[in-house]
């Protein structure tokens, strides 16, 4: 298995369907009590459709697909609305969280310091990810991440952090917090193409994030 790139988006996805994947094991006592727990951390997954392409729009796609060999290969893909801020950062933002010192695996908030004072930065519900991860974490805070008079805040997320995260050295951006993008693969080894008699293609496929 291997990374192989950015996933070609054009011209463009027309819906998405996105869902949140947790696996809980539950168990019943003799009193009836529910006992809850998990072991395995959020994962994201979902169906992303084209609209209907011409052959030309197609072939870069089913190039990229016979890469993929079903769900062996892993991707980045942008995924439309979910992968954007909702405070309208784009992929070229000067907005930058850095984060001040180490947090363990395990940890589900961070400390972070940003030039922008008194300023929400995040909402909730928007997804990031950090750079020394593929996997991508949402924002939990219910007022959203609002740093205060000297920059600083702390960003709620989950699922769990699955690895330690390291403390800047260089004073860079730390959190990419726009077109964020998701580690795939295809969740299915037969992938289905319509070439219909009008002489475009349609095209979905489904995926889940890999770590």
Not at 23 to 44: E, F, M, P, V
Not at 192 to 211: A, K
């Amino acid at each position: 298995m291997a990374y192989i790139g950015n996933f070609p988006t054009s011209p463009g996805f027309q819906a998405v369907k996105f869902d949140m994947n947790n696996t809980i094991k539950q168990t019943a006592t003799a009193s009836g009590r529910i006992i809850r727990s998990t072991n395995a951390t959020t994962l994201w997954s979902g169906t992303l459709q084209f609209p209907p392409m011409t052959l030309a729009e197609f072939l870069p796609i089913k190039g990229f697909l016979a890469r993929c060999k079903g769900g062996l290969n892993e991707f980045d893909v942008v995924i439309p609305t979910v992968s954007q801020s909702s405070k309208g950062y784009g992929s070229d933002t000067t907005v930058s969280l850095t984060v001040v010192g180490a947090t363990s695996a395990g940890a589900t908030s961070v400390s972070v310091t940003s030039p922008l004072t008194d300023t929400t930065v995040l909402n909730p519900g928007d997804v990031i990810r950090f750079p020394n991860h593929t996997k991508v974490y949402m924002v939990t805070d219910s007022e959203g991440v609002t740093t205060d008079g000297s920059g600083n805040a702390t960003i709620n997320f989950e699922p769990e952090l699955i690895t330690d995260l390291n403390e800047d050295s260089t004073g860079g951006p730390l959190i990419q917090m726009a077109e964020v993008p998701f580690r795939m693969i295809l969740t299915n080894e037969v992938q289905e193409m319509t070439y219909r008699t009008d002489g475009l293609v349609q095209y979905e496929l489904d995926v889940i994030e890999v770590l």
